[in-house]
C-alpha cells in the first residue's frame, strides 16, 4: 500500500519496542553487588530505566545511600559487561508487537530503531530475538557521540537522514522520547505500557495506545487530525 501518512516510523527500544526490564534488572543488581547495595525488586527497577544504562545505575545508587566514593565508571562497566552475557534471557516484544511490525510493512513503512542504549547492545539484542531484519537503519546512544542522545532531536534527525526524508513519526514510553520528537518537529505515539517516567497521558505525546494492535489506526488517525 501506499497511502499510508508516514514513510518512516522511528521506535525507542527499552519499554516501547521490547520489554526488557528483567533483564536490565539483573544485570543492575549485579553491579549493585559489587558496590555492596541491596538487589533492587525487578519491578522497581522498572522505573529505574530510561536514558541508559549510567542513568539506571545512577537512580538506583540515589536510593540506597547515593554513590559515595564508589568507583562509577568500574561498576558501569560491570553492569554493561554482565547485561552483554545476558541481553535477551528474560526480553521479548511487547503484545502485539510481531504483528504491528508485520502491518507497518505491509504498508511499506522503513521502521527504525532509535535508542539510548548503546548501539553495540542494541544491535546484539535485536540479533538474538532474529529481529535485525526488521530495521531500515539502527541507532543508538552512541552512534553520534556523548551529549546528542535523546532528548535532544539528533537521533532522531539522523534516522530521517538516513533514510531519505519524508514524513516520519516516532513511538516512545518517557519523556526522552516524547522530548526528543518535540525537538525534531514529528509527530510522536506513547505507549501506556512501557516504563514510563510519567503517567503516560503526561509525556507530551501527540497520542497514546494502550497495545500494539493500537498503533497502526493512531499513526492514521494522527496524520488526519493535523
Known amino acids: 500500500m501506499t497511502d499510508f501518512p508516514f514513510r ?4 525507542d527500544l527499552d519499554g516501547t519496542l521490547l520489554d526488557t526490564h528483567a533483564d536490565l534488572g539483573h544485570a543492575l543488581n ?34 540506597s545511600g547515593g554513590p559515595g566514593d564508589l568507583d562509577l565508571a568500574e561498576l ?7 547485561y552483554t552475557d545476558n541481553i535477551a534471557i528474560h526480553t521479548r516484544l511487547f ?29 546484539k539484542l535485536l540479533d538474538e530475538l532474529g529481529l535485525t531484519d526488521r530495521f531500515a537503519t ?13 532528548p535532544e532531536p539528533d537521533l532522531l534527525h539522523l534516522m530521517v537522514e538516513r533514510l531519505g526524508g519524508g514524513p516520519a513519526a516516532y513511538v516512545g514510553d518517557t519523556t526522552f522520547d516524547t522530548g526528543a520528537a518535540r525537538a525534531a518537529g514529528l509527530p510522536c505515539v506513547a505507549v501506556r505500557f512501557g516504563f514510563n517516567d510519567l503517567l503516560a497521558d503526561q509525556l507530551g505525546a501527540d497520542t497514546v495506545i494502550d497495545h500494539f494492535d493500537d498503533l497502526v489506526p493512531a499513526l492514521i488517525a494522527l496524520q488526519k487530525s493535523n
Open 8 to 11: 518512516i516510523v522511528g521506535f
Open 30 to 63: 549485579h553491579a549493585l553487588g559489587i558496590a555492596g547495595r541491596d538487589p533492587v525488586p525487578l519491578d522497581l527497577a522498572r522505573a529505574y530505566i530510561g536514558g541508559g544504562a549510567r542513568q539506571m545505575l545512577d537512580r538506583a545508587l540515589a536510593q
Open 76 to 82: 558501569h562497566a560491570a553492569f554493561i559487561a554482565f
Open 95 to 123: 503484545p502485539g508487537g510481531e504483528a504491528m511490525l508485520e502491518a507497518l510493512a505491509g504498508h511499506g513503512v522503513q521502521v527504525a530503531l532509535v535508542t539510548n542504549k548503546l548501539e553495540s547492545l542494541a544491535r
Open 138 to 150: 539502527i541507532i543508538g546512544g552512541d552512534t553520534l557521540g556523548r551529549g546528542r542522545q535523546k
